[in-house]
Antibody, heavy 123, light 110 residues
Framework: EVQLVESGGGLVQPGRSLRLSCAAS????????MHWVRQAPGKGLEWVSG????????GYADSVKGRFTISRDNAKNSLYLQMNSLRAEDTALYYC????????????????WGQGTLVTVSS | QSVLTQPPSASGTPGQRVTISCSGS????????VNWYQQLPGTAPKLLIY???QRPSGVPDRFSGSKSGTSASLAISGLQSEDEADYYC???????????FGGGTKLTVL
């Protein structure tokens, strides 16, 4: 059974940092691209970042470019999101999602999602 | 303001057929495949349609997708109460080098 379990969320002050993790199991992790998608309270889905199977291709939404860094450790079946210079508008539920294919470009569809970890940016 | 445009709401009665539209541009829907997601209240999104019109295993054939030019549609036939959810379209955007989502459509089963 495919499982994606996010962790690392919490309450953080504006300007501070937070690192999210996603532990994957039930599939061959290094065969697929992975993504972070967020959802602000009462709002729609927003893609945050994605990474190809071998970390050779990485992409970010303009809203987080230069502040967030995605990475993966295939040996540990884990996906990460380092979030720096956090702003109030980064407050959201952050989902880890598995792509159907290994590549980033084209993003073939996110076939499994975690339950999300809540990040609240507030003073 | 989302890159892909969806109607904010749609509705239908049980048994009816409803469609949800998704409008984009040449850099996203016009040159890449479209995926659709269903998000039931309080749950994580679920992949409903991929590659414009393909259903993942377990998705009922009441759900179908299509694409023409820079627009796509999701059709739900034989509407059921459990279909009441938010629906999102998504595609890769070649200009932004990013995945873009529609703003979502809230489907109400009357």
């Amino acid at each position: 059974e495919v499982q994606l379990v996010e962790s690392g969320g919490g309450l953080v002050q504006p300007g501070r940092s937070l690192r999210l993790s996603c532990a994957a199991s039930g599939f061959t992790f290094d065969d697929y691209a992975m993504h972070w998608v967020r959802q602000a309270p009462g709002k729609g889905l927003e893609w945050v970042s994605g990474i190809s199977w071998n970390s050779g291709s990485i992409g970010y939404a303009d809203s987080v470019k230069g502040r967030f860094t995605i990475s993966r450790d295939n040996a540990k079946n884990s996906l990460y999101l380092q979030m720096n210079s956090l702003r109030a508008e980064d407050t959201a539920l952050y989902y880890c999602a598995k792509d159907r294919l290994p590549r980033l470009r084209g993003a073939a569809g996110f076939d499994y999602w975690g339950q999300g970890t809540l990040v609240t940016v507030s003073s | 303001q989302s890159v892909l445009t969806q109607p904010p709401s749609a509705s239908g009665t049980p048994g009816q057929r409803v469609t949800i539209s998704c409008s984009g541009s040449s850099s996203n829907i016009g040159s890449n495949t479209v995926n659709w997601y269903q998000q039931l209240p309080g749950t994580a999104p679920k992949l409903l349609i991929y590659s414009n019109n393909q259903r993942p295993s377990g998705v009922p054939d009441r759900f179908s997708g299509s694409k023409s030019g820079t627009s796509a549609s999701l059709a739900i036939s034989g509407l059921q109460s459990e279909d009441e959810a938010d629906y999102y379209c998504a595609a890769w955007d070649d200009s932004l080098n990013a995945v873009v989502f529609g703003g979502g459509t809230k489907l109400t089963v009357l």
